[in-house]
């Protein structure tokens, strides 16, 4: 297949990420050329812009990127957004209630240009750590009620367990919840994931006839490759995104980028 005619995006942690969090030398080759065939490479990630800066400087994307867990669209070239989507207010209500049950759990609020940690714990710190994000520590009846693009709890695998079933009880309505790692939880905007914001960034760049390819690992990825042309689950991805995918791949400490590229470049 002509590379002209493709548009593939990635999840970044789990996926295009080592474990060790680096990009492999070929897959960044196998990015490279991609590109030079006419192929439109970017990045799906759950993290905010501030948090993903570091890698899109180094894949440096010719397009936008989805950010948010699809909640927005952000030019990073630019340094602007180019579409968003956001919470509704009432939602610093689900925080307190959930906080009630769990009071040792973390949370961050996501805004565009600000990340906000009214409860701090080890898990949350060392997610900060990760993208070397400095947080806004008020309180959460200081935080501005609008500008919301989402909010994640974070804690232990069980504690997140249970959260999510508690989210999912129907008390919790009105967002999309979503399970982003063993150890977050995130509320996003009504009807928001990551295909909503691929669907998004394709109609800006007006691909709408490019062949569109998606790979993930995880449950935040499901939807996107669930909605691809061509979904990809890399071999470390649970069983669940693995079904939803046409195709598996090697693991991220393998090569996978690498693969699908050739894969794409070996269809009829």
């Not at 440096?60 to 990127?65: K, L």
């Not at 060392?126 to 974070?154: A, C, Q």
């Not at 800006?204 to 995880?218: C, K, T």
């Not at 470390?236 to 090569?255: F, P, T």
Request: hydrophobic share 40%; with cysteine.
């Amino acid at each position: 297949m002509d590379f002209n005619d493709v548009i593939f995006m990635t999840d970044l942690d789990g996926t295009l990420l080592t474990d060790k969090k680096e990009i492999l030398p070929c897959d960044m080759e196998a990015i490279e050329r991609f590109r030079r065939g006419g192929g439109i490479f970017t990045i799906a990630t759950g993290r905010g812009c501030s948090m993903a800066k570091k890698i899109a400087n180094i894949i440096c994307p010719d397009v936008p990127a989805v950010v948010f867990n699809g909640a927005a669209v952000y030019d990073f070239k630019a340094n602007d957004f180019l579409w968003h989507c956001e919470i509704d207010s009432h939602t610093k209500e689900y925080i307190h209630s959930i906080m009630a049950e769990f009071p040792g759990i973390g949370v961050e609020v996501l805004c565009e240009k600000t990340v906000y940690v009214p409860f701090m714990n080890d898990f949350e710190q060392r997610h900060l750590d990760m993208g070397g994000v400095i947080p806004d520590r008020r309180p959460l009846d200081e935080i501005p009620d609008s500008g919301w693009l989402k909010f994640l709890f974070t804690a232990d695998p069980d504690t997140i367990d249970e959260i999510e079933k508690l989210t999912a009880s129907g008390d919790y309505g009105g967002v999309c919840w979503i399970r982003s790692a063993d150890v977050f939880c995130e509320c996003l905007p009504n009807g928001v994931d990551k295909s909503r914001g691929f669907s998004e960034l394709i109609k800006i760049l007006h691909a709408e006839n490019r062949f569109s390819v998606a790979a993930g690992d995880y449950k935040n990825d499901t939807a996107m490759i669930k909605n691809a042309n061509l979904g990809v689950a890399v071999g470390n991805a649970l069983d669940e995104v693995k079904a939803a995918a046409d195709i598996v791949v090697c693991d991220n400490n393998s090569g996978s980028i690498a693969e699908i590229i050739d894969y794409i470049e070996n269809l009829n």
